[in-house]
């Protein structure tokens, strides 16, 4: 059962323009999300996160919304470089009891190309 | 400051071999993880640690154990390699994710292995 999904596996866009990859998650105890970045032979970096008592959150060029009536978030990169060409993961984590020690459950990745 | 840091990088093992993953973080953190990546997988959790001396197990622990002697080290163990462990490897660590100090977690390059 696959809680955090991402349905695109790829997204191609054309330099300058905006970037919007999408998330959905199943699972209501979910409260905190993060958007990491992944190059080929690398590790993911910790991109942008958002807590479950927002609705948005911007890190410059980058922004994240949740949508929680309707269990989905969504990554917008404006404007987008080809430097941003990268696999996205987006991932959840649940403070409920306090005892999920940061525990996070992936998506399945998009690939996203940004073209010059 | 190497952050976290795996080692192997490759290796090429042959079904029935044992071998053991070492993961090192030079950041003091509190939680260590280690996670297999699939194609269409995402990454999936396999133990984790939230101190020096605990384990715990994670999503997909079967045929992998670990271990956390010291603080600054999470060793990751396949004791009879089988072809269904072919994977990337990530080991990953951070202080809480929650609270006012909350931090997302760190993640090495991987440890890329495939069983024959």
């Known amino acids: 059962d696959q809680q955090v999904k991402q349905n695109s596996p790829s997204l191609s866009v054309q330099e300058g323009r905006i970037s919007i990859l999408n998330c959905d998650y199943t699972?209501?105890?979910?409260?905190?999300f993060l958007w990491y970045k992944k190059y080929p032979a690398e590790g993911p970096t910790f991109l942008i996160s958002i807590s479950s008592i927002k609705d948005k959150n911007e890190d410059g060029r980058f922004t994240v919304f949740l949508n929680k009536s309707a269990k989905h978030l969504s990554l917008h990169i404006v404007p987008s470089q080809p430097g941003d060409s990268a696999v996205y993961f987006c991932?959840?984590?649940?403070?409920?009891?306090?005892?999920?020690?940061?525990?996070?459950?992936f998506g399945q990745g998009t690939i996203l190309t940004v073209h010059p | 400051n190497a952050g976290v840091t795996q080692t192997p990088k490759f290796r090429v093992l042959k079904t029935g071999q044992s071998m053991t993953l070492l993961c090192a973080q030079d950041?003091?953190?509190?939680?260590m993880y280690w996670y297999r990546q699939d194609p269409g997988m995402g990454l999936r959790l396999i133990h984790y640690?939230?101190?020096?001396?605990?384990?715990a197990k994670g999503e997909v622990p079967d045929g992998y154990n670990v271990s956390r002697l010291k603080k600054q080290n999470f060793l990751l163990g396949l004791e009879s390699a089988a072809p269904s462990q072919t994977s990337v490897y990530f080991c990953?660590?951070?202080?809480?994710?929650?609270?006012?100090?909350?931090?997302?977690?760190?993640f090495g390059d991987g440890t890329r292995l495939s069983i024959l």
């Open positions: 640690s939230v101190g020096e001396g605990t384990t």
């Open positions: 699972n209501s105890m979910f409260d905190y």
């Open positions: 991932a959840a984590s649940s403070n409920a009891g306090g005892t999920s020690y940061g525990k996070l459950t």
């Open positions: 950041m003091n953190h509190e939680y």
């Open positions: 990953a660590s951070s202080y809480s994710l929650f609270g006012p100090n909350g931090q997302p977690q760190h």
